[in-house]
């Protein structure tokens, strides 16, 4: 009898060794990081957090603060919420993570008014809506509820990554064409403009919300246009 | 005529034919051929009637309807310019430097614009389509004269590729691509839409300069601004005041309004309903007027409605760009909602906001978004009552 014990539990542990772990990177996980930047991008095929895309891609530095700002809101309340999964009762799981997300906020607001108190005062009130980014509560209550914590941090980080990549294109766009620099520094040549005797104006188009729609249009027209997993029957 | 027809009957058409080498280009080259001569292309199928009026011949009668205001716009920009310098000059003289100006302005339109659509068709393999035509030459009619002819041809290249074929070519658009390129241009470029520097050409001959005390302002632009205007009604009427280049002569616009209204090709509804909408506003600010904040405001509101009608672009946005037929109502009753709300909006924008005196612009664009809407009403109403006639019928 107590053989026959000893021989499950042998066998038990061998079932538990010969199951394979998962590495840190495997395909599935590389997945998480890698489908957001293109296959389902948040803002391209998603269509989510539009709004902060339209309101601070007018230069490039404050959309680079933003994108670093919803990198480390979303790894981290992902791991937040995906470690407290199991505790976190099923009515009140909205307001769970709207208080993780929020602290995190806070917190990243603070450190901004600390060291970057110039790009703090011009993103203004769209850090506090990171609270409201729909691709953060999305991620929290689509992924985080019901993934481990380090799926859920390669998540965060693959979408945050998608978010930014798009922010900060259309951010270079925006401040090319619409101000002649890039992270503040002239690039078209001065020589250039109207004003010195050349032939060249900034586009004041580009500084308005509504070029920026109209550049994510287009990120989307030739982002479908060359995947063809996206193209709709 | 003939031998040339046959000619390339002949001798051109093989060429482009499936499965010949430059297969590729077919649209290019049915596109020029249906331009000059008339396709003979039949309906298969069942049996219809086919009028011998295609989408080419409307759109060259619109082209016809616009040569009044464009000569007199060539016309008119050499007047203000030698007047701005304080030179004399010979009516022939004054033509030519405006021609000078404006024929490069139609030239790079067309080009930049013909050009996106061949590469557009030649791409997707479909026939040209030919939509450009009327606002190859609505666009340079509706600029200043100064514009650099860069960005007149960003403007043309946004127009065409954001307003039309992105929504799937002529015909599907939902805004006035001519209209969609100055709204750009009015944007992106301010500095060179606006203002009282910009609509007389005043470099055009070496080491001259304008006269002291000129001001190039429109009439528009000094009401707005001012309350009153050097420029009297009558000026406005016959065309001599500064303004884009088509705009100015409510005369030249009224002959390209006759033969559209004549060919029935642009809607009647559509330009009797706008002025009433703008005589309406224009009545209401008149009535209005003392009610007013400031002393120019209360100046540009007391300015005779019919006076309103003749100044800006007002005449040539309701004769030209409201009538376009994809971008305005389609139901008979639409039309009149449309036209007039127009109108109406014209008036009351540029009164309100000096910063957008041509209000007409803004206002058509915007009756463009709201065009389905005002259609979808006029179809719901119209099968309540059908609804409730059918209702009586079965009651009794």
Redesign the interface.
């Known amino acids: 009898m107590a053989d026959v014990l000893e021989k499950k539990e042998e066998a038990k542990e061998l079932l538990i060794d010969k199951q394979p772990k998962e590495p840190l990177l495997s395909k599935k996980n590389r997945k998480l990081l890698n489908d957001p930047l293109n296959d389902n991008n948040p803002i391209t095929v998603q269509v989510l957090g539009i709004c902060s895309a339209l309101a601070i891609t007018v230069k490039l530095y404050p959309a680079l603060v933003m994108s670093i700002s919803v990198l480390f809101v979303m790894a981290a309340g992902n791991v937040i919420v995906s470690l407290m999964r199991n505790f976190i009762p099923n009515r009140i799981r909205i307001i769970v993570q709207l208080v993780v997300v929020a602290s995190l906020v806070a917190l990243v607001d603070q450190v901004l008014k600390a060291f970057v108190y110039d790009v703090s005062k011009e993103l203004s009130v769209f850090v506090g809506l990171i609270i409201t980014n729909c691709i953060i509560m999305g991620r929290l209550e689509a992924f985080a509820l019901g993934n481990t914590v380090w799926k859920s941090f390669l998540d965060g980080i693959g979408n945050a990554f998608g978010y930014a990549w798009i922010l900060l294109a259309v951010a270079f766009f925006r401040e090319l064409l619409g101000s002649g620099t890039l992270f503040g520094f002239q690039v078209i040549p001065d020589a250039w403009y ?1 004003a010195n005797g050349g ?1 060249y ?1 900034n ?4 500084l ?1 919300p509504p070029m920026a729609l ?1 550049t994510v ?1 287009i990120i989307i ?1 030739v982002q479908r246009a060359r995947n063809t997993k996206l193209i709709e029957e | 005529m003939k031998a040339l027809h046959q000619f390339i009957d002949n001798n051109v058409h093989p060429l482009f034919k499936e499965g010949s080498k430059l297969e590729k280009y077919w649209p290019v080259y049915d596109g020029f051929y249906t331009f000059l001569f008339t396709p003979g292309h039949t309906a298969d199928g069942k049996a219809h009637i086919r009028d011998g009026v295609d989408l080419k011949r409307t759109m060259n009668t619109v082209i016809t309807a616009l040569i009044p205001t464009l000569l007199f716009g060539m016309w008119n920009i050499g007047y203000h310019h030698f007047n701005a310098i304080g030179i004399g000059a010979t009516f022939f003289e004054q033509f030519l430097f405006g021609a000078i100006k404006v024929i490069p302005m139609v030239v790079v339109s067309y080009a930049v614009g013909l050009g996106i659509e061949f590469l557009f068709c030649v791409i997707k393999g479909h026939q040209i389509e030919e939509g450009y035509l009327v606002s190859g030459m609505l666009i340079p009619l509706i600029m200043p004269v100064d514009l650099p002819l860069w960005m007149l041809a960003l403007s043309v290249a946004f127009a065409v590729i954001i307003g039309k074929e992105v929504f799937g070519g002529t015909g599907m658009n939902i805004f006035n691509p001519a209209l969609l390129a100055r709204a750009f241009a009015f944007f992106a470029y301010p500095t060179y839409m606006s203002g009282d520097k910009v609509w007389i050409n005043t470099t055009g001959t070496e080491g001259m300069m304008a006269v002291d005390g000129f001001s190039g302002a429109t009439a528009l632009g000094e009401y707005a601004t001012t309350g009153v205007s050097q420029y009297s009604a009558l000026d406005a009427f016959i065309g001599i005041i500064p303004g884009s280049v088509g705009e100015t002569s409510v005369i030249a616009i009224m002959l390209g309004a006759g033969l559209l209204l004549f060919t029935g090709i642009a809607s009647w509804r559509i330009m009797l309903s706008a002025v009433v909408g703008g005589v309406v506003m224009g009545l209401i600010f008149n009535a209005i007027a003392p009610l007013a904040l400031s002393a120019e405001q209360q100046a540009f509101m007391a300015v005779p409605f019919w006076q309103q009608l003749v100044m800006g672009g007002f005449a040539f946005g309701v004769v030209y760009m409201a009538t376009d037929p994809v971008s305005g109502s389609q139901t008979e009753t639409g039309k009149y909602v449309y036209g007039f709300l127009i109108g109406f909006l014209s008036i009351m924008i540029r009164v309100f906001n000096p910063a957008y005196p041509e209000g007409v612009m803004l206002a058509i664009l915007f009756m463009n978004t709201m065009a389905p809407l005002v259609d979808h009403y006029v179809i719901q109403a119209n099968i309540k009552k059908r609804e409730q006639r059918l209702a009586l019928k079965t009651v009794v």
């Open positions: 109207l032939f104006s586009n004041g188009f580009m308005l109209i249009g027209w």
